[in-house]
């Protein structure tokens, strides 16, 4: 078959010998003497072209192609008409008809304007398939991103999916971790169970216990009836152990023989509970650190470190932040009901230039409230905050003895790397020299770092830089 072709035209003996003769062409062919029954039709079948007459009683070719053009604007189709005028023509094509043939019809003529339409519509699908599948490659699940760090983590999140494997979630406050462990559950063999969630630091060490491992009537005085502890409410899902660094160094044995057991006793219970729940734990801190401070249990930290998953901070996904704030602008105009296109160009170098201590999050609070105050078609510079609008500094390196002020290792490497970059023009065989490392080390090191060679310039200069080395 060439394609199925939907033939409309009041004419009867018209449909039947078009019907004829493009069968005998290979055609697929259904005909409708009524503009009415064929949009019923496109409606019900997949048709890769149209071919409809002009000149119809109660609906005429050219309201027929606008009503098709409104929810199937993929066919093409083609308008038959005696009156082969160019205002015609003209208005056919302005209510999306693909092309037009006057009457009486050259039947090889039409054969060969079908095939052409069949093929443009073959190659729209392919395009919509290839955008579909670009769109898909920019994302895991609800997590958008297209930078180097992103890649490295859908890459790990992908090799992942269908285990049960214990898996640890690191990154900055605001980075999106419960987001990555619920993306998690979404695609694993567990979809279909309870995600449940809790926030260890949120919850009083008294309660943590109950709220955890569950507690029996009776158990203390104000247990008045039997509590099914988290472990038990995720059966057959997964727990999702947030702020994991902050759990009660009393309560880390108990929960290390849980996730040992695959076991629970509830409070005031004389047995032991199994069940079956997939552990995804994530923090902020850094656990090796607590370990050697004596606040963390090694063994503990072994146990749920089976799979290390690092989200990377907002400031090294470079401009991942024009693709979150187009999400954030799209998500939050459809929310509050207002018409606002995107952000002007001041304000993606301001969204681009700024430290983004809070990440993600604090990049969604900041869209939805620019979306809330703006009056205008895109986010100009008075709807943002302040701090963005004055272009803070971000932390120094040196000269500061306030440790909030201070950067971590990874922050400096990622900082400094990108000064030589810009420094030597980009030019990476320079930059490797100056940092005493082989291109490949310097390759691998701007993909940890999420520096884009073509993003270079969207990073502001760092004036900490030039006194690097003045103490």
Known sequence: MKGNVLIVDDDQSMCEMLEADLKSRGFNILWSKSAEDALLMVSKNDFDVILTDLR????????????????????????????????TAIEAIRAGAYDFITKPMELDILSIILKRAVHHRSLYE????????????????????????MKVLFNRLKRINDTDITVLITGESGTGKELVARALHRQSSRREGPFVSVNCA?????????????????????????????????????????????????LQPKLLRALEEH????????????????????????????????????DLLFRINVMNVKVPPLRHRGTDILVLSKHFVEKFAKQYGKEVAGISEAVAKRLLSYYWKGNVRELRN????????????????????????????KPSIVGKDNPVELLSLAELEHRYILHVLKAVDGNKTKAAKILD???????????????????????????TFPGFFKF
């Open 202 to 250: 949120a919850i009083p060490e008294t309660l943590l216990e109950s709220e955890l491992f569950g507690h029996e009537k009776g158990a203390f005085t104000d247990a008045r009836s039997v509590h099914k502890g988290l472990f038990l409410q995720a059966e057959g899902g997964t727990l999702f152990l947030d702020e994991i660094g902050d759990f009660p160094i009393f």
């Open 126 to 149: 392919q395009i919509n398939s290839l955008k579909k599948e670009i769109a898909q490659s920019k994302r895991f699940n609800e997590i958008i991103g297209d930078s180097p760090p």
């Open 366 to 393: 900041v869209i939805e409230r620019a979306i809330a105050l703006t009056t205008h078609e895109k986010i100009v510079l008075e709807d943002i905050p302040e701090r963005l609008r004055s272009h803070p500094k």
């Open 56 to 87: 119809m009683p109660k609906m005429d070719g050219i309201a027929f192609c606008s009503l098709v053009m409104s929810f199937r604007p993929d066919i093409p189709i083609i308008v038959m008409t005696a009156f082969g005028s160019m205002e």
């Open 263 to 298: 076991s629970v006793r509830p409070v005031g219970a004389e047995r032991e509970i199994r069940f079956n729940v997939r552990i995804i734990a994530a923090t902020n801190q850094n656990l090796e650190k607590a370990v050697k401070e004596n606040n963390f249990r090694e």
């Open 437 to 463: 490392v082989d291109r490949k080390t310097l390759y691998r090191k701007m993909i940890r770092n999420g520096i884009h060679e073509e993003h270079r310039d969207n990073y502001p200069d760092d004036p």
